[in-house]
């Protein structure tokens, strides 16, 4: 299943130590249909929150872009935006979490973490998606890793000293890499990453387009304090499966604090289809943490809560109404490079 790898990512900094940039997609694909124009205005608003202004800059966005004349059209959208930079480049869509690779480090330098990608279990497949990491890899000058194994980042959690978190409904599901046990599964992972523990937990909320990935259900904030949501006013279909997440995370990670959001409330497309909706799914920008919002009475409360955790950031509430019709949200659509700096 594995191919030979001789590149392996000794140093992934956990999410809120320092960028140097972010990579986003500028949303084009027919399948946005009626949202797509909504997602165009979320984005771009996205965008400007991470980018930061001339006088108090944030961190650089690279914003990829595969139509020539958009492209002319983003320019001068952003042309007052020092901290954008438009970049040509082939995509299917936006969820760059998991089509963009995985930036760490190693003693040779900036090292992009390759997964194989098959559109979440074949489920949505954009023939520009393959490929798409390797080439960000070679953009930036990062030796890429060799391996076949299928995963995506929005599959994967960390705290920036060895724990991560996964759930088994994604990768071990037989729509990723199908024959490979957990013992397997994990000893991939290490090969790719510094793993020294990985927590399982079981499956994610219903109707999840990727089958469960983690960053709508766990997220740490510091090295031993993770927010969940929470499960007691959580819609039914969702209560067993983040309630069991509590009581794993207690199990495996005792000397982790737990704390909660608010669980979203069923969110149905205009179609009728259930959506995924999270405040877990949260971009920390160097200077900013960006939570999605859905026009929710607990929109406000999932704010306040987040703000607890990051007092030297400022925590900014933007719509994520349209995006979330396409099945994910802030964290599923950003990728972060990272700094060799680290915060616990």
Request: proline share 5%.
């Amino acid at each position: 299943m594995l191919c030979a790898n001789t590149v392996k990512i000794n140093f992934l900094p956990s999410e809120w130590s320092p960028h140097q940039g972010c990579f986003l997609a500028w949303p084009y694909i027919e399948e946005w249909g009626q949202y797509i124009d909504g997602a165009q205005e979320e984005l771009t608003e996205l965008v400007r929150n991470i980018a930061g202004s001339k006088e108090t800059p944030n961190e650089k966005v690279y914003l990829l872009c595969a139509v020539p004349e958009e492209k002319r059209l983003l320019e001068n959208e952003f042309r007052d935006d020092s901290n954008v930079q438009i970049v040509s480049e082939e995509y299917g869509d936006i969820w760059l979490r998991d089509t963009a690779p995985v930036f760490g480090f190693n003693d040779k330098g900036l090292i992009a973490g390759v997964f194989k990608f098959n559109g979440w279990g074949k489920k949505y497949f954009f023939d520009e998606d393959i490929g798409l990491s390797s080439r960000l890899a070679k953009f930036l000058g990062a030796e890429p890793t060799l391996t076949d194994f299928v995963c995506e980042g929005g599959a994967l959690e960390h705290n920036g000293a060895g724990v991560f978190v996964t759930t088994r409904s994604c990768l071990l599901n037989k729509n990723r890499n199908p024959g490979m046990s957990e013992e397997q599964v994990e000893a991939a992972l290490r090969a790719l990453f510094p793993v020294e523990k990985l927590i399982w937990l079981e499956e994610g909320l219903e109707g999840d387009h990727t089958d469960g990935h983690v960053d709508t259900l766990f997220r740490f904030v510091s090295e031993n304090v993770c927010l969940i949501a929470n499960a007691r006013t959580a819609p039914l279909r969702n209560q067993k499966a983040l309630g069991d997440i509590e009581k794993t995370i207690r199990e495996k990670l005792p000397e982790v604090k737990i704390d909660m959001l608010p669980a979203v409330a069923d969110i149905f497309s205009t179609e009728g289809e259930l959506l995924a909706a999270s405040y877990l799914n949260f971009y920390i920008s160097n200077n900013r943490v960006i939570v999605p919002q859905y026009d929710l009475p607990t929109d406000e409360i999932a704010l306040k809560k987040v703000e607890e955790f990051f007092p030297g950031r400022e925590v900014v509430g933007l719509s994520s109404k349209a995006i979330i019709s396409g099945g994910g949200s802030f964290h599923c659509i950003t990728q972060q490079i990272p700094t060799r700096e680290t915060t616990k």
